[in-house]
């Protein structure tokens, strides 16, 4: 596609449930990243992938949240045991580089509320 | 945790003046990106100042990068209803991948 693709735009959960989010990022963008953002803040960062390789994953809050990226393409993010704190948008990013990030290109993010 | 810090928080102009929206950081950059964001959408890339850039210029965007300071600026000029959205510096640290984001100013353009 043209853009970076996030699926499902909304998603509604009850405490306790598991959620997963995809992106499809830019085809061809080596780099892809998550963020969350909560309400009226900046995004904070949480994992990044070169290809297929989990490079940096110290923004994951906590053991629940678990993201994968097996053949270097689609990423999805999966959340365990979702709890009232995980209500945020998640954003993923994709870039074209691998190394000195340049230019991200967002998706429209996943809105996850958690009641 | 939040690397930049814009300033301010918010600021409300009239159609046709021009916005300054400022940013501070505290450590070493490799590069410092400002982001636009519609409410409720993703976020858009605007411009992209690298360390040994003092100055950049896209359309009606001027961004200054101050390395001494720890700051950079972004002026929008001459406004338009259509800026109306929040805008956020981001920087990446020298040798580090991940771009880190401040908390960003909302502004709003009164037409």
């Known amino acids: 596609g043209a853009g970076v693709s996030q699926s499902p735009r909304y998603k509604v959960a009850k405490r306790g449930q598991d959620v997963a989010l995809r992106c499809d990022p830019i085809?061809?963008?080596?780099?892809l990243f998550w963020y969350q953002q909560a309400l009226g803040q900046g995004p904070e960062f949480l994992t990044y992938?070169?290809?297929?390789?989990?490079?940096?994953k110290s923004g994951l809050p906590s053991d629940r949240f678990f993201a994968e990226r097996p053949e270097g393409s689609v990423s999805t993010l999966k959340i365990q045991r979702t709890q009232q704190e995980d209500s945020a948008v998640y954003l993923c990013?994709?870039?074209?580089?691998?190394?000195?990030?340049?230019?991200?290109?967002f998706g429209e993010g996943s809105r996850l509320t958690v009641l | 945790s939040q690397q930049g810090e814009e300033d301010p928080q918010a600021l409300s102009i009239q159609e046709g003046e021009n916005a300054t929206m400022n940013c501070s950081y505290k450590t070493s950059i490799n590069n410092l990106q400002w982001y636009r964001q519609n409410s409720g959408r993703g976020l858009v890339h605007l411009i992209l100042i690298r360390s040994n850039e003092r100055e950049k210029h896209s359309g009606r965007l001027r961004v200054t990068l101050d390395t001494s300071k720890k700051s950079s600026s972004l002026l929008i000029t001459a406004s338009r209803a259509a800026d109306t959205a929040s805008y956020f510096c981001a920087t990446v640290g020298q040798g580090a991948q991940k771009l880190v984001f401040g908390q960003g100013t909302r502004l709003t353009i009164n037409p």
């Open positions: 990013a994709s870039s074209l580089e691998g190394r000195n990030t340049g230019e991200l290109f």
């Open positions: 085809s061809g963008h080596v780099s």
């Open positions: 992938f070169q290809n297929e390789a989990q490079l940096d």
